[in-house]
């Protein structure tokens, strides 16, 4: 079956450590991309990746690092620097091209203590 | 900069009702995507909207896209339970020169369908 893997589901975190959220995709699509939820809100865009060893910063990357070594996979890093990481992180993948429609993952709760 | 409101962003509403949600952007688009959310889920998508006057229907669910209106509409028939979610739509604006640069969400509508 294909899909997005998120992991892990649910973390947390003691304030001054860095965590890295791994998203893995088998679909074979080239752009994918890292939004975060807070409670009643909207989705807002942090880092995405059209191709391989490219990326770029979306809205709200300050606190916030990527990579794209594979295709398939495009971990996202929360560091310290983040002023209040603590939200419902969302890894999504698309075709790229000729629609924008978004594949979710089940998505990965980071809380910090 | 890119703003997709939605509205209203909280709905409660008996079965068998009819409503609509409405969401408005304010930079020219002609693709538009709803979205469903269950609680502590993630998105499903409902509907891809890639033209003005575009409609696409589900069951009970029916999605519409105004181009020159900058407006999409999410019309619900004989409202059923099983219909209780969070429901947002997200708007596609492409630099020039192609790419896929992610979308821009509107705040979602939570709706919720009573018996």
């Known amino acids: 079956d294909g899909g997005i893997t998120q992991s892990p589901k649910y973390l947390f975190r003691k304030e001054g450590q860095n965590v890295t959220l791994s998203c893995e995709q088998n679909l074979n699509h080239d752009a994918m991309y890292w939004y975060r939820q807070d409670p009643g809100q909207g989705l807002r865009l942090i880092y995405y990746s059209q191709i391989v060893n490219d990326f770029q910063k979306g809205d709200i990357a300050e606190g916030y690092s990527v990579s794209r070594e594979k295709k398939e996979s495009f971990p996202l890093t929360v560091t310290s620097a983040q002023k209040n990481p603590t939200a419902f992180y969302l890894c999504?993948?698309?075709?790229?091209?000729?629609?924008?429609?978004?594949?979710f993952g089940e998505g990965s709760r980071l809380t910090v203590l | 900069e890119l703003k997709v409101e939605q509205n209203p962003l909280f709905l409660s509403m008996q079965e068998g009702k009819n409503y609509t949600i409405y969401c408005n952007y304010s930079t020219t688009s002609d693709r538009l995507y709803w979205y469903r959310q269950d609680p502590g889920k993630s998105l499903e998508s409902l509907f891809v909207l890639l033209s003005n006057g575009a409609v696409k229907q589900e069951g009970r669910l029916m999605a519409s896209l105004d181009t020159k209106a900058r407006l999409s509409t999410l019309h619900i028939t004989a409202a059923v339970h099983d219909l209780s979610a969070t429901y947002f739509c997200?708007?596609?604006?492409?630099?020039?020169?192609?790419?896929?640069?992610?979308?821009?969400f509107g705040k979602g509508t939570h709706l919720i369908i009573q018996p």
């Open positions: 999504a993948s698309s075709i790229g091209q000729l629609t924008g429609e978004l594949f």
């Open positions: 997200a708007v596609d604006i492409r630099l020039s020169g192609g790419g896929a640069d992610g979308l821009t």
